[in-house]
């Protein structure tokens, strides 16, 4: 079973490795949130307050069968968010967190895009196991999966 520390460990590895440039400007935390198949990831932080950002995976990631290329991307995309100013104190670069693919092409320029590539894949292949949802919900949750996670 991972653990919050392994989430904290993961994220400080992530931050050195790909995102040197990004500063941190508040008090980030990270932590397993609910058990959400639809959005497996988010960054928060309290309206108008940017003071903290709390970065939130899915529960279903304790589970170790999940390769670490899905959680380190995931957790990627949120610092992207950060990155680019959203819930961080950081300015903001864009109007809208996702439109015109903006965090895909964010991980792809820091190197992150064979495992982009492995984590769509896998998650495609073997999401709606792990979840347990008939089939005609999985197809939402792949939509979701591909653009909001
Ligand atoms: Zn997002």
Known sequence: MRDNHYLKTLLTTI???YFPDVPIANQISIKFGNKSYRQLGAIKSKRGDNSSS???VTSYFKDTTIPEHVILTTVAHEVV???HGFNSPLPRLYKHPHRGNIVDKEL???GLGEEL???KEWLDKNWKNIVGVKRKRVRRVRR???FSF
């Open 15 to 17: 931050w050195d490795k």
């Open 54 to 56: 709390t970065i939130v």
């Open 81 to 83: 968010h950060y990155a």
């Open 108 to 110: 792809i320029k820091r």
């Open 117 to 119: 590539r492995q984590s």
């Open 144 to 146: 979701f999966i591909i």
